[in-house]
């Protein structure tokens, strides 16, 4: 299995310009999450999802969006790209079994917003 | 309500020493996860604790959940290199054990 995969590992965005941040998980989790990380900080929930079809706001949802048209993929849209969402972006998804909470990690988007 | 307080920020460690970070909350949890991530990398599941009062061991790690399950720590016995990185503890987030809120990370550094 790949795990996570996340696609692209370095962006540069000009202000106001839109992207994609794709996630993709082989796993067959139902449960799958972006997070952001600012330099040493922890990570923040930006949207997470608990099927395919279903999605939900986290912490910081403001200036994303997120679709979840299968189990497997969950990009992460970026709109008007604002210096402020400078930062590395973590896609994690986590197993479907009752009392299997961990959650597993791609290797992140370092995206920089100028 | 919904944070959890880690402490240190920083620590560095002469190889060999040993290490605890704490992670504090001032209501009771229904587990508690712990994370580590290297320089330059993506967090890592090490452990989730569930029972009141519950010690897990991995190696020279050992974890702890408090009696009253509102904190939590990490102890490494004699540090090595490899240990180097950011230990995150991490709490649900509202009444889903699906979502996390984590601390802001112990950045642990070992000195050879």
């Known amino acids: 299995n790949a795990g996570v995969t996340q696609t692209p590992k370095f962006r540069i965005l000009k202000i106001g310009q839109s992207m994609t941040l794709q996630c993709t998980q082989d796993m067959n989790h139902n449960y799958m999450y972006w997070y952001r990380q600012d330099p040493g900080m922890g990570l923040k929930l930006i949207y997470y999802?608990?099927?395919?079809?279903?999605?939900d706001k986290g912490e910081v949802p403001n200036g994303y969006n997120v679709s979840r048209s299968t189990t497997e993929d969950f990009p992460l849209r970026l709109e008007l790209a604002a210096p402020s969402q400078t930062s590395v972006y973590f896609c994690?998804?986590?197993?479907?079994?009752?009392?299997?909470?961990?959650?597993?990690f791609g290797p992140g988007t370092r995206l920089t917003v100028t | 309500g919904q944070q959890v307080m880690q402490i240190p920020q920083y620590q560095h460690v002469q190889e060999g020493e040993d290490f605890t970070t704490y992670c504090n909350s001032s209501?009771?949890?229904?587990?508690i996860q712990w994370y580590k991530q290297r320089p330059g990398g993506h967090p890592v599941f090490l452990i989730q604790l569930v029972k009141s009062g519950e010690v897990k061991k991995q190696k020279r790690l050992t974890f702890q959940f408090g009696e009253a399950k509102k904190n939590s720590s990490l102890h490494i016995t004699a540090t090595q290199t490899t240990d180097v990185g950011t230990y995150f503890c991490a709490r649900p987030r509202g009444g889903s054990a699906r979502q996390l809120t984590f601390g802001s990370g112990t950045q642990l550094t070992v000195l050879p």
């Open positions: 994690a998804s986590s197993p479907t079994r009752d009392t299997a909470y961990e959650q597993y």
């Open positions: 999802s608990v099927g395919a079809g279903i999605t």
């Open positions: 209501t009771t949890l229904s587990n």
